[in-house]
């Protein structure tokens, strides 16, 4: 394949770990890089400029939302989704296969992608929308794709591994996903097997589409291959084999990623050996601190969730110290009456727009009066300090102590 | 009074209509001026650098509402809503006065302010809040001053002139207004003399409230008379020769103003020739075209209204052409289906940073979408365009073509 959409160089190695830039036709990310989550092309509540202010370098749209409202015909005509949203730097837009877990098997199943791995943090890996399951019936996964109805006006669509290429050519995002069959932790080994068999006859699919079709918008994409295969090992290996070996310019670990942190940890250090090393590693759906170190130790370089903006608007402000105090959860909720009369900023310290000029007291005011600013204020802090910490691990990286960072920053009293 | 709070300089005139410089502690107001509602401490959906880059030159916010939450005494910690906030311009609070109103007599009648005046611009006047008038009840007007029940937590509350004014010192706005009553288009003459010589007994103990006080946060601020006397002729005429003589530092227009824009205007035209003619005459909770241009050649200087942004929260977009054609209303409803593939901004020609950068077609999708930067945007062109609007009268002022103006802004084929 001589597309040759991106570039990525590594510039230092810690074990499995590694910091390096990816160029894309919109500008280079350093990694390892958060991705901030613009499910329906909008970070919500942030303009792009203040996006941008952050220190946020990429951001990730979700194919299937877009595809059914507003259509990715407009977005082609406005010359893509970069022009459409003004976000003129990197984007990537998922397959809209995570749709196919998260309307299929989570209805079927009763629970999301991981309902239940990390206690207290369901909201890390379901979508942006938070969209209510309950309406979501007659979704079939068959040989050819997958047929649903929306969420919005209850027409009936399919999705294919042909269509979901066509549709991100549309979105014209730099880098984008094949189509997967996401599976949940409830599936059992033997349907998690051929399903991944089937995400791997799809990812065939997808590489052929993409080489059939040229960019409509002038510029390269990059297609990254979805690693699936559950919480086995074996299927894990077998999935990281094939995907790895298929020729995508990228590969993204998706999936059911275990119960707990540690299933996660050990699916990384399955998956990870079988990838090809010069290829950037996309982790999806995943970006509570913790993780992070751990993941980037494992080899992973990019990362998307959406937990930093919606925390945020749930008044979930993260925060490494409170009055000198290491919180374990990076967390504090902005809606307590002990910040009522607090007039310090979020986070001592911190150089956001949203510390240099509010105090605690007049954000959980403007929390409590229902005022939109509380998500924009709340929101600005929170990918601030995403980008923050992602700078950290990249700078230790390249000075050789990512190990000490990380105890810095994962080892409490 | 030798407080010397704010200078007005009136720097050019056309018949009743003056253009000048009205300045604070914070900052020079250029007038005409429209002022950008931010009733519970931020303009909705907007950051202060967002206002100001409008060309949004004063804020004015709600006693009552911030009163109620968070409390004015940690507003007074913060050393005031400008730094509350963090808006270091000039600064209006009201008295809390319109309350007594949409707390008392719009229960009594079951209508807002004027609820009836402007058909189809019903929301000109009411509170930004758009708070449910359902649950108050229990509220009584004494010469005390006015008993009320919270709409946030029930607890019960006394209003008066002095605390009015305390609690507009610990706020610290630049302009602070004396406490009134009211009145509804439904009240019948007897009540509303009555009431009108309350609001001037009540006027009376303000003033002695604030000459005993002291501005609590190292700058001095303005307090400001208002004129009631509903739509009755004598009434108004009454009011106006009482509250223009009691040595205010300018005078706000309150109360009904009448079932018509015609009504309105008449209100003017018996009311400002009564005001001493170097105060600055504010016209509370009007902001249309129309009624702007009329207000201005009777005399107004400053304009209040939370239509500019709840419109723009509702879609509604000021647009004065569309596609070479004059609106009448100078309102684009952009949830439209028409605006689906529609890749120009909002207004042709606009410089504000919404039609620099997003389509119409983008925006509505944001509303359909229910994104909250689709209420950013909005809200950003609509006070642009009001910024715009107010300094093209100023300068049709200082250039003698305020007549030649109006006639082009309110002439339709």
Chains 1, 2 share one sequence.
């Not at 942030?46 to 595809?67: D, K, M, R, S, W």
């Not at 309902?115 to 979704?139: C, H, W, Y």
């Not at 409509?216 to 291959?225: D, K, M, S, T, V």
């Amino acid at each position: 394949m001589d597309r040759n959409p991106l570039v990525f160089e590594i510039d230092a190695e810690h074990g499995m770990a590694r910091s390096g830039y990816l160029r894309t036709s919109h500008g280079v990310i350093e990694t390892p890089a958060f991705v901030a989550v613009g499910t329906q092309g909008t970070v919500k509540s942030l303009a792009p400029e203040t996006v941008i202010a952050t220190g946020t370098q990429v951001l990730f749209a979700n194919t299937y939302h877009l595809y059914l409202r507003p259509g990715q015909r407009v977005i082609a005509d406005h010359g893509g989704l970069h022009r459409f949203m003004n976000w003129q730097r990197p984007l990537m837009t998922d397959s809209g296969g995570f749709q196919v877990f998260s309307l299929g098997a989570g209805i079927e199943h009763g629970i999301g992608k991981i309902a239940s791995i990390f206690p207290g943090e369901e909201d890390t890996q379901t979508n942006e929308e938070g969209d209510s399951l309950k309406d979501r019936s007659m979704v079939s996964i068959e040989e050819e794709g997958v047929r649903f109805i929306s969420h919005i006006d209850g027409s009936e669509h399919l999705f294919t591994p042909e269509g979901s290429i066509i549709v991100q050519r549309d979105l014209g995002a730099d880098i984008i996903l094949a189509f997967d069959e996401c599976t949940s932790p409830l599936h059992e080994k033997d349907y998690t097997r051929a399903s991944a068999e089937r995400t791997h006859r799809w990812a065939d699919r997808c590489l052929e589409a993409f080489e059939a079709t040229i960019p409509r918008h002038g510029y390269p994409q990059a297609l990254f291959g979805v690693v699936q295969g559950g919480a086995y090992r074996d299927t894990r290996e077998y999935s990281a084999k094939i995907i790895g070996k298929k020729g995508f310019d990228g590969i993204a670990i998706g999936g059911n990623l275990g119960r707990t942190r540690q299933d996660m940890y050990r699916i990384l250090e399955w998956t990870i050996p079988y990838l090809p090393a010069d290829l950037p590693r996309h982790l999806l759906g995943i970006g509570d601190v913790s993780s992070i170190f751990e993941a980037v130790e494992r080899g992973v370089d990019t990362f998307d969730c959406v937990s930093p903006t919606r925390n945020a608007r749930n008044g979930g402000v993260l925060v490494r110290f409170d009055k000198g105090v290491k919180l374990r959860n990076f967390r504090l909720n902005l809606r307590n009456a002990r910040f009522a009369n607090d007039l310090a900023p979020l986070e001592q310290g911190c150089s956001c727009y949203t510390c240099q000029h509010f105090t605690r007291a007049y954000i959980r005011h403007l929390f409590r009066a229902k005022e939109q600013l509380a998500h924009q204020l709340a929101s600005i802090h929170n990918l601030n300090f995403m980008a923050r910490l992602m700078s950290e691990i990249r700078s230790s990286l390249k000075e050789g102590r990512f190990g000490v960072l990380k105890e810095e920053w994962l080892t409490f009293e």
